[in-house]
């Protein structure tokens, strides 16, 4: 079975520093992309960036540049998204997904559980 | 930047009505264009693909159709279980770039 298994929620102060993950199993993990989605609470979907595991060529939404880091490890078949010094806007649940085939925009057929991040003083 | 509309934002609708939520863009997007359906705490699930191919074991009842800037995305019979939001979604290569419309929230009365 294809699937994408995502990290448990997770409560963090702001300020701190967080790294999720998104473990794929069942299909080739190099050869695919892994994108992250954003859901605020009671609100809609934002792609945030994609990364292919085979080379970590990363794109990003602009709005999310420079705001996060998208990275992979290739062994552990995970891929990773981090924050160096968190906020109260980031509280969010995040998604990972994977493109439907080997191309970077095709639609997004696979789906992690969700993370949620909770950032709270 | 490719701006997606997304209407109604929501609807009420009896069991067996026929269902209709339209997507717009602000330019051409040709059949670049997707649908998912998002249950309330669960991960959206991919529909329909490239405007209306229809995912494997999605049901009939789904449909969508459309192409350049105008799609819609159909529930021929709703059902209890279609209680959720739906989303479209294009996506653009220049800049890569993916975006999803504002969702519709679709209930049974």
């Known amino acids: 079975e294809v699937q994408l298994v995502q990290s448990g929620a997770e409560v963090r102060k702001p300020g701190e520093s967080l790294k999720i993950s998104c473990q794929g199993s069942?299909?080739?993990?190099?050869?695919?992309?892994i994108a992250w989605v954003r859901q605020m609470p009671g609100k809609g979907l934002e792609w945030m960036g994609i990364?292919?595991?085979?080379?970590?060529?990363?794109r990003y939404n602009p709005s999310f540049e420079g705001q996060v880091t998208l990275s992979v490890d290739k062994s552990l078949r995970t891929a990773y998204l981090q924050w160096s010094s968190l906020k109260a806007s980031d509280s969010a649940i995040y998604y990972c997904?994977?493109?439907?085939?080997?191309?970077?925009?095709?639609?997004?057929?696979?789906w992690g559980q969700g993370t949620s991040v909770t950032v709270s003083s | 930047d490719i701006q997606m509309t997304q209407s109604p934002s929501s609807l009420s609708a009896s069991v067996g009505d026929r269902v209709t939520i339209t997507c717009q863009a602000n330019q051409d997007i040709r059949n670049y264009l997707n649908w998912y359906q998002q249950k309330p705490g669960k991960a959206p699930k991919l529909l329909i693909s490239?405007?209306?191919n229809l995912e494997t074991g999605v049901p009939s009842r789904f449909s969508g159709s459309g192409s350049g800037t105008d799609f819609t995305f159909t529930i021929s019979s709703l059902q209890p279980e279609d209680v959720a939001t739906y989303y479209c979604?294009?996506?653009?290569?220049?800049?890569?770039?993916?975006?999803f419309g504002p969702g519709t929230k679709v209930d049974v009365k």
């Open positions: 990364i292919y595991p085979s080379d970590s060529d990363t």
């Open positions: 979604q294009q996506f653009d290569y220049v800049p890569p770039r993916i975006t």
């Open positions: 069942g299909y080739s993990f190099s050869s695919y992309w």
């Open positions: 997904a994977r493109p439907a085939l080997s191309d970077l925009l095709a639609a997004l057929d696979i």
């Open positions: 490239e405007a209306s």
